[in-house]
C-alpha cells in the first residue's frame, strides 16, 4: 500500500515538472527583465531615453526615433542580462517552490502569481543589490528616490511580469482542473 501511495506521489511531481513548466521558468524572468527595464526606464529616466544630451552637458534636444531605440536597445540588453543574473535563480530558488505550494493548496489565480511574484522581485532585488554593495544598508533608506527607482520599481515590476508569463505559459489553472 505504501508502495502504491509513493508511486502516485512521484507520478504527481512528475505531471507538474512539464516540459512546459520548464520552459516558462527559464524564458518568464529573462522576458519579465526586459519588460521591466524598458518600463522603468521610461516612467523613472524618460530624459535619459527621450531627450539627448549636447556636447555643452548642460542643454538638450529632443532625440531622433533611431536614437531612441538605440538607447531602448541597451535598456532591453540590461534587462536580459539582469533578467538572467538575478531573475533565473531567483525563479528557481523562490518562484518554483511557491509554484508547487500554490498548486498544492489550489490557488492557481494569476492574482496569486503576480502578488507572490512581485515580492519575490523585490527580494531578489536587494539581495542584488546588497552583494554588490554590502554597506548600501547605510545610505540606501535615506536616498528614498534611489530607493524606489533603482530597488523596489524593477523589482517588483520584473517578479510581477516574470510570474504572470510563468502562469500564462504553464497555465497551472488549466492543468489543476484536469
Do not use: N
Not at 75 to 81: E, F, H, Q, Y
Not at 94 to 123: C, M, Q
Amino acid at each position: 500500500m505504501a508502495e502504491k501511495s509513493g508511486s502516485s506521489q512521484f507520478d504527481r511531481v512528475r505531471k507538474a515538472i512539464s516540459g512546459r513548466l520548464v520552459a516558462a521558468a527559464l524564458i518568464s524572468p529573462v522576458l519579465g527583465g526586459v519588460v521591466a527595464a524598458e518600463l522603468v526606464g521610461m516612467i523613472f529616466f524618460p530624459k535619459e531615453i527621450f531627450f539627448v544630451l549636447l556636447s555643452d552637458s548642460v542643454t538638450s534636444r529632443p532625440a531622433t526615433p533611431s536614437e531612441i531605440f538605440e538607447t531602448l536597445g541597451f535598456v532591453a540588453l540590461l534587462g536580459v542580462t539582469l533578467g538572467t543574473l538575478v531573475g533565473i535563480p531567483a525563479m528557481l530558488l523562490v518562484g518554483l517552490p511557491v509554484h508547487g505550494w500554490l498548486v498544492s493548496k489550489h490557488r492557481t489565480a494569476l492574482a496569486y502569481y503576480a502578488s507572490f511574484g512581485g515580492v519575490a522581485g523585490v527580494i531578489a532585488s536587494f539581495a542584488f543589490c546588497y552583494i554588490q554593495d554590502p554597506k548600501m544598508w547605510t545610505w540606501i533608506f535615506s536616498e528614498i528616490y534611489f530607493l524606489l527607482s533603482a530597488v523596489v520599481a524593477p523589482g517588483a515590476m520584473a517578479g510581477a511580469i516574470s510570474a504572470i508569463l510563468l502562469w500564462l505559459i504553464s497555465r497551472p489553472d488549466r492543468a489543476h482542473a484536469k
